[in-house]
């Protein structure tokens, strides 16, 4: 089947590098899809209470539609870097912000809670190859000791999502109808579109058959795990069908450990763990976004359910995480440099837990000014943070390695961001057992509970970096500085 001769098709050469205006272009285009993902997610969760209430469902039922994307995310983006080796970056970076673009506009007709979950996995289709083969045309692009700059830079208009989303879904709606949060992304779709087929460059690299069987085993039982934490939560089944059901995820994601030992191309190559900085990146990114992975979904539950604040305020009061971040992400490479990565991951690490506890203090009494300087200190830590993990991935790995390193670093990221989800709203459940009649005051004390459990479980991650030496990075992030 594949091999290394597959590198010319009837439309021209496989590799199409990019000049020097196409190299200073290729942040911005792949910002789009950061730009796209960022504002659906942030539009949607300051939205929750006003959906849920047009859906007959109870906003902790919401976390379904949350979820349901991230995880789509996490079983589709394994093949992404398979898909673009085979195909081109081009052609499936265009092809998966086509197919997220129509997946919004389905969600944006959806009149029932399980349609809508079906076409938010189709987004996650489109997603899974989008940010990913992104991310990994980026790496292929610029030297690594450019990477933290360019990554950096990608991230500052990726970011304008998480500032405009929450303000424009309080503002939508409001004035508007709920369903115009996911018709917002058609235009901005058609523009990326437009602009990668003019000037992303088209990488494409040795292909190996794609492992079927891996991808069966890995999807169902990363599948089936989320399932559980969903209905745990519920509390539709017996305790015994609940553990029946882990027993058979673990099950599955264990066959496909050795599955994946066993095979020359695995789906997903976990060799790579191997390498020091790469496992610390990604384990320690995993059960970070555990903890924080959450917090986007239940603070607008506190702000409008728990505090009455209506959703044009309580999408004011997400804003300035944000704007913390855009505005000081130039500095994070000087800071990596100052104190290396794993100084900086062990504190800041820390520093998040603490925040997090400090969201349990909010409450009727709490001044509109304190929430925002919560807020900011939170947007600057978790942008550091999330900085400092997904460029230390990189910093040992080879230019080969580079497709296999961006599929497990994505996944990954994807499978805590669902399971925080899922996490959190099942923290908030369960100190919250009769939600359906629960009053402001009980939802906060519920949730300020569940803010004490994420708080404390990211306290823990921080165990992980403490593998990580004080050089780990520093080149990398030395260069950072020279050139600033």
């Not at 469902?57 to 673009?84: E, R």
């Not at 424009?168 to 990668?196: C, E, K, Q, T």
């Not at 728990?306 to 995480?321: A, D, E, K, T, Y």
């Not at 479980?457 to 260069?479: K, M, N, P, Q």
Request: charged share 10%; glycine share 10%; proline share 5%.
């Amino acid at each position: 089947m594949g091999s290394g001769d597959c590198y010319c098709d009837e439309m021209g050469p496989a590799n199409v590098e990019p000049g020097v205006a196409g190299k200073g272009l290729l942040p911005w285009l792949v910002a789009v899809a950061f730009f796209m993902e960022s504002l659906d997610t942030t539009i949607l969760n300051t939205a929750v209470p006003t959906v849920a209430a047009a859906l007959k469902v109870a906003p902790l039922s919401m976390k379904s539609v949350l979820s349901s994307y991230t995880l789509s995310l996490a079983v589709f983006i394994p093949i992404s870097g398979w898909m673009a080796d085979r195909f081109g970056t081009r052609r499936v970076f265009a092809s998966a912000i086509g197919l997220f673009t129509l997946g919004s506009v389905l969600c944006g007709v959806s009149s029932e809670i399980h349609v809508l979950v079906a076409c938010r996995i189709l987004q996650g289709c489109g997603g899974a190859m989008m940010v990913p083969v992104g991310r990994l045309t980026m790496v292929r692009t610029f030297a690594k000791s450019e990477l933290v700059r360019a990554m950096s830079f990608v991230a500052i208009p990726g970011l304008i999502g998480p500032m405009l989303g929450p303000i424009a879904g309080g503002l939508i709606v409001s004035y508007f109808h709920w369903r115009v949060i996911f018709f917002v992304n058609l235009p901005i779709g058609l523009a990326g579109l437009f602009l990668v087929y003019l000037h992303l460059p088209d990488y494409r690299e040795d292909w190996n058959p794609l492992d079927v069987v891996g991808l069966i085993l890995f999807g169902s039982g990363v599948g089936l795990l989320s399932y559980v934490l969903e209905v745990f939560g519920e509390h539709s089944l017996s305790v015994e069908e609940v553990l029946g059901l882990l027993a058979v995820s673990i099950a599955l994601l264990a066959g496909y450990g050795l599955h994946a030992s066993q095979i020359r191309f695995p789906l997903l190559a976990l060799d790579l763990f191997k390498i020091r900085t790469f496992r610390a990146a990604v384990s320690g990114s995993y059960f970070t976004r555990l903890g924080i992975g959450g917090i986007p979904f239940i603070l607008p539950l506190l702000y409008q359910v728990g505090l009455g604040f209506n959703p044009i305020q309580s999408g004011l009061l997400m804003m300035p995480q944000a704007i913390a971040a855009i505005s000081l992400k130039p500095t994070m490479p000087r800071i990596l440099a100052r104190f290396g990565y794993r100084s900086v991951l062990i504190s800041n690490t820390i520093i998040l837990g603490l925040l997090i506890l400090v969201f349990a203090t909010i409450g009727e009494s709490t001044p509109v000014w304190f929430i925002i300087a919560q807020a900011l200190c939170f947007g600057f830590f978790s942008s550091l943070q999330y900085t400092s993990m997904n460029t230390l991935v990189y910093s040992d790995i080879s230019e080969r390695q580079a497709s296999g390193a961006s599929s497990i670093a994505s996944t990954m990221q994807q499978m805590s961001i669902s399971f925080g989800v899922a996490l959190a709203s099942l923290a908030a459940a369960w100190f919250i057992p009769d939600r359906a009649h629960a009053d402001g005051h009980q939802m906060i004390e519920g949730i300020h509970k569940a803010f004490v459990f994420l708080g404390g479980l990211t306290l823990v991650s921080t165990t992980i970096f403490s593998e990580l030496r004080s050089a780990d990075g520093s080149a990398a992030s030395r260069h950072q500085t020279l050139t600033a």
